[in-house]
T-cell receptor, first 110, second 114 residues
């Protein structure tokens, strides 16, 4: 399983765009990149998943460069309710498990 | 409501006791995963069952065991409980090898060992 590295914490203000970058230098050919969001005392929630280039859904965008050694989760116009821990995971679902790292704690201020 | 149901939501018990945590996966999901989250350890993968069979094990203690029943619900049994077992225990489900949607987590069971 590829190891991921992401910032421990980030601060932002309401209305700003937040970009959280994750490094995964040892990503394998079959690996997908998945991001989860977790609020205190709640289970993680799937945000977005991608393999290469750009993926966008109603919540976020995921940018993956051609070498796939990193990825960036982009949250447009954050609000206070986006304050949470964001996890970047890399793996092939055939591995039968997803390993969570320490995540990035995002704090959004008014 | 994520569709994954965990019971009970809270559990307080004494050291040395045994408890059972229950998880009902989302309708149609064949895989169930158990995770432990304590303050100093983050989310730790414990075990994965697919359609009744154990598929992967993480750092699960020998005092812990799990199973998945024919109706696909799963139980995590924790015995000889210690203070350090106090944590949030999450269950997640997925359609195995469905790369589009990821895991769906339940709201967890908060276990407090006193």
């Amino acid at each position: 399983l590829a190891k991921t590295t992401q910032p421990i914490s980030m601060d932002s203000y309401e209305g700003q765009e937040v970009n959280i970058t994750c490094s995964h230098n040892n990503i394998a050919t079959n690996d997908y990149i998945t991001w989860y969001q977790q609020f205190p005392s709640q289970g993680p929630r799937f945000i977005i998943q991608g393999y290469k280039t750009k993926v966008t859904n109603e919540v976020a965008s995921l940018f993956i460069p051609a070498d796939r050694k990193s990825s960036t989760l982009s949250l447009p116009r954050v609000s206070l309710s986006d304050t949470a821990v964001y996890y970047c995971l890399v793996g092939d679902y055939n591995t039968d498990k997803l390993i969570f790292g320490t995540g990035t704690r995002l704090q959004v201020f008014p | 409501d994520s569709g994954v149901t965990q019971t009970p939501k809270h559990l307080i018990t004494a050291t040395g006791q045994r408890v059972t945590l229950r998880c009902s996966p989302r309708s149609g999901d064949l895989s169930v995963y158990w995770y432990q989250q304590s303050l100093d350890q983050g989310l730790q993968f414990l075990i994965h069952y697919y359609n009744g069979e154990e598929r992967a094990k993480g750092n699960i203690l020998e005092r812990f065991s799990a199973q998945q029943f024919p109706d696909l619900h799963s139980e995590l049994n924790l015995s000889s409980l210690e203070l350090g077992d106090s944590a949030l225990y999450f269950c997640a489900s997925s359609v195995a090898r469905d790369r589009a949607y990821g895991y769906t987590f339940g709201s967890g069971t908060r276990l407090t060992v006193v």
